[in-house]
């Protein structure tokens, strides 16, 4: 799977958007990019993916560059209970679908009243 | 809708005691099932993968083992901790059948090995 670089913490306002970045420029043509958030002491959440076009869904929205080598998970308008460390990853699927997922330190982020 | 059960929440056990971790999952069949460690401030290394019943898969060699006795159950076991075994373990899952499934994560169990 293709390493990913994400900054080590963001604090953002509540209310405004959070934009968090994630840097894959090794990414081949057949890997998708998921985010992942992790609540303290809970289990991570998923929150979307994507191959090369953006996606939005009720959590949030995943920007993905035309060469693919970075994304942007875009949380519009943020609460303090997204307050929580997120991941990027990429990854293809296996021929057995086993996840073979490599979660690294991510981005801790603070959603400050 | 699917839904994934984990416990116990936290467990203390001392050193040279046997372990048992258990998770099942509602709402879907023929799931492929994980599980994870998580050690303080790092991210998620996965320890099982599971496609089915009795297939397992280990991805790092350790004192842990797993089991899927029947569909939607996989059970991490030990037959003596130690110290090094303490950490935040997660049972996870998705779709066999669809492609590039996400995984969903159980609120997972805290292992403190004393």
């Known amino acids: 799977d293709a390493k990913t670089t994400q900054p080590p913490s963001m604090d953002c306002a509540e209310g405004r958007a959070a934009n968090l970045p994630c840097n894959h420029s090794?990414?081949?043509?057949?890997?998708?990019v998921y985010w992942y958030r992790q609540i303290h002491s809970q289990g991570p959440q998923y929150i979307i993916h994507?191959?090369?076009n953006n996606e939005t869904n009720e959590m949030a929205s995943l920007i993905i560059t035309e060469d693919r080598k970075s994304s942007t998970l875009i949380l519009p308008h943020a609460t303090l209970r997204d307050t929580a460390v997120y991941y990027c990853?990429?990854?293809?699927?296996?021929?057995?679908?086993?996840?073979?997922?490599?979660f690294g330190t991510g981005t801790r982020l603070t959603i400050i009243p | 809708s699917q839904t994934i059960h984990q416990w116990p929440a936290t467990l203390v056990q001392p050193v040279g005691s046997p372990l048992s971790l258990e998770c099942t999952v509602e709402?879907?069949?023929?799931?492929?099932l994980y599980w994870y460690r998580q050690a303080a401030g790092r991210g998620l290394q996965l320890l099982f993968y599971?496609?089915?019943?009795?297939?397992i898969s280990s991805e790092v060699p350790q004192n842990l083992s797993a089991s899927r006795p029947q569909d939607r159950q996989f059970i991490l076991s030990s037959k003596k901790l130690l110290l090094s075994d303490s950490g935040f373990y997660l049972c996870?899952?998705?779709?066999?059948?669809?492609?590039?499934?996400?995984?969903?994560f159980g609120n997972g169990t805290r292992l403190t090995v004393t």
């Open positions: 599971s496609v089915g019943i009795g297939q």
């Open positions: 994507g191959l090369k």
């Open positions: 996870a899952w998705n779709s066999r059948e669809a492609y590039n499934s996400p995984l969903h």
């Open positions: 090794t990414i081949s043509g057949n890997e998708y």
């Open positions: 709402g879907t069949s023929n799931p492929n």
């Open positions: 990853i990429v990854r293809v699927r296996s021929n057995f679908g086993n996840e073979k997922l490599t």
